[in-house]
């Protein structure tokens, strides 16, 4: 199902088979920071190790052991729970001392350092993946060589695929339904479904529910589930007011969804333009990758070179309210997929500092430092470098053809 909404770049060549994530240690994830800590200021750089677990679940179990709020507590990027991960967050009026050598459940400090400022989202130039493919085909070496050297050329489609949208795969659904204002939707999306998890308390908690359960939904729901047990507290209350339930959570948490929404909007747009994803069309906002900075194309012809080159890409929308434009056919088949979800651009316009500008992302991003070898018995090991923001899975589903 994931290869038909998202087609490959690559989708002519064979593929190694396999999968991934089989264990933790198949999957692993450095940061590759923007900059290094000065050594002083008031905030304390901390280098966290996680497995297991979301990067907000490893801020709330560092915050609470410091006895911070987590709104004191910046970040650059997040992680995927599945697998082993490293990455930086910030902390304010924290000594290193204090924090240095915390080891908790899921997540460790391994270093601490004083900065100047706190840690934003998009502070970091990108990361490093080692992963492990299990299962593959034999004569894997030879399939792998051809379906990279493709990749380093046209670029990988920047997807943000199923890892974006949640355990249950639902995130995106309870952001969409959040920008239709379609309120009970959201809620129930964030209850989820009984069929996509496999802890059968969850399960149950889940098909609680949906028959009318409150109460014993409430009783079920796993101690991890806070969000849905907090709704589900108010909801009890008040069951005819699912905007207010669903008002209690967290606004990072919120924004989380409606993030999620955006993204599955946008893989939508790579997907439609897969075929001429290295393409510089006029009507293009075109992505300069030494800046992030977008401008409107022309004449697609005069600026290919500069798209051979890798140094412009293809842009697509991050739609939001004060989000920049296309134009031409470019613009028209952006706004189908906008149009079709049932939302428009002032959708985005939310009260409650949940207001979503949009911006643009490429519709590709370059591939640094690959490598790869076959492993005895029946596993590839692939290592390369993305920019930020962009996933590992966009590139290994490319060489698998298999999720």
């Known amino acids: 199902m994931m ?113 100047g400022n706190k840690l934003k989202v998009g502070h970091l130039k990108g990361n490093r993946f080692r992963v492990v493919v299990r299962g593959v085909r034999p004569l894997v070496t030879e399939l792998v060589s051809p379906i990279v050297a493709m990749l380093i050329r046209r670029g990988v489609p920047n997807y943000f695929g199923y890892q974006r949208y949640g355990a249950q795969g639902n995130s995106h659904q309870i952001g969409l339904a959040m920008l239709r204002g379609e309120w009970r939707e959201a809620v129930d999306r964030l209850m989820g479904d009984p069929e996509a998890v496999r802890d059968e308390q969850w399960s149950a908690a889940i098909s609680s529910y949906r028959s009318g359960d409150l109460e014993g939904a409430l009783r079920l729901f796993p101690p991890h589930c806070r969000g849905e047990r907090e709704v589900l507290q108010r909801l009890s209350a008040r069951p005819d007011s699912p905007e207010k339930a669903f008002s209690v959570l967290h606004p990072r948490l919120k924004k989380m969804y409606l993030s999620a929404a955006q993204s599955f909007l946008f893989d939508q747009v790579v997907a439609q333009r897969i075929d001429r994803l290295d393409q510089i069309l006029t009507g293009d906002l075109a992505f300069k990758h030494v800046n992030g900075a977008c401008f409107l194309v022309e ?75 076959y492993e005895e018995g029946d596993g590839l090991l692939l290592e390369f470098s993305l920019p930020r923001g962009s996933y590992a899975t966009s590139l290994v589903r490319e060489i698998t053809k298999g999720f």
């Open 3 to 115: 290869s038909t909404l998202q087609p490959y770049v690559t989708a002519g060549m064979t593929g190694t088979g396999g999968t991934i994530k089989g264990t933790v240690e198949d999957f692993q994830v450095d940061e590759i920071p923007a900059y290094l800590p000065s050594g002083s200021g008031e905030h304390c750089y901390l280098t966290i190790e996680k497995q297991g677990i979301t990067t907000l679940e490893a801020i709330h179990r560092i915050a609470r052991t410091l006895k911070v709020a987590e709104r004191d507590i910046g970040y650059a990027g997040m992680k995927d729970a599945v697998g082993i991960t490293r990455q930086t967050i910030s902390v304010q009026w924290v000594t290193p001392e204090k924090a240095r050598g915390i080891e908790l459940e899921g997540v460790k400090v391994v270093e601490a350092v004083r900065h």
């Open 299 to 373: 004449e697609g012809a005069i600026e290919q070179e500069r798209g051979d080159r890798f140094e412009i890409s293809p842009s697509g929308p991050m739609f939001g309210c004060k989000m920049k434009h296309a134009s031409g056919d470019i613009r028209h088949a952006e706004e189908e997929i906008l149009a079709r979800a049932g939302i428009t651009a002032h959708s985005f316009d939310l009260p409650g500092g949940l207001r979503m500008e949009g911006e643009r992302r490429a519709l590709r991003v370059p591939v640094e430092a690959v490598a790869w070898k």
